[in-house]
């Protein structure tokens, strides 16, 4: 299998690096970027935090990449194993400087097409969900921008969010192999 998807013309996945970690840190402690997923970090929660994506490549064989633009680690794109709820989902998180100039869609392009690309070059999967709090509006138009379609009876209440938290209402997007080969 190789060890990722394949670079773009802005963009590069790559594993995180532990000298990623002042980028990651100052990601996830945005709080322009958490605003619609959850409660800032501080760097030892996203230290622990790249320890978890460490162990889930390690399980997997694949998760959160780093988004590379030029050298510089910008934000994560990738795929995770949800703890909670059958599939796998493809997720992102970039930097607020870098909002709006379409490297969300750039790199969600890449990993669906290493995800539904046939093994030994690809992952072979049938089918990759995408879910974000109702609220997070720019999620989902990089859902809708990449293929995926609105599942209304799958949309949620995430159980690792308070019950009392706006965000905790989340809607369900999907995208099957045959649906992203028809597009590509």
Not at 118 to 133: C, Y
Not at 137 to 156: L, N, P
Request: hydrophobic letters at 40%.
């Amino acid at each position: 299998m190789p060890d990722g998807p394949t670079p773009g013309p802005r963009v590069t996945l790559r594993r995180w690096m532990s000298s990623d970690l002042d980028a990651f840190a100052g990601l996830n402690g945005d709080v322009n970027v958490m605003a619609t997923i959850g409660p800032v970090m501080d760097r030892a929660e996203s230290a622990a935090f790249m320890q978890r994506i460490d162990r889930h490549f390690a399980d997997h064989g694949f998760g959160l990449w780093c988004v590379d633009v030029s050298g510089e680690a910008i934000g994560f794109c990738g795929l995770m194993v949800p703890w909670f709820r059958e599939g796998v989902e493809i997720g992102w998180r970039l930097r607020s400087a870098w909002w709006g100039h379409g490297y969300a869609s750039e790199a969600a392009r890449q990993v669906l097409a290493y995800s539904f690309a046939s093994t030994p070059n690809g992952l072979g999967f049938d089918e990759v969900i995408s879910f974000t709090a109702a609220t997070n509006e720019r999620s989902q138009r990089v859902m809708k921008a990449i293929g995926m379609t609105h599942d209304a009876e799958g949309d949620f209440e995430h159980p690792g969010v308070p019950e009392s938290s706006p965000l905790r209402p989340h809607v369900l997007y999907r995208i099957a192999a045959g649906r992203y080969r028809s597009m590509a």
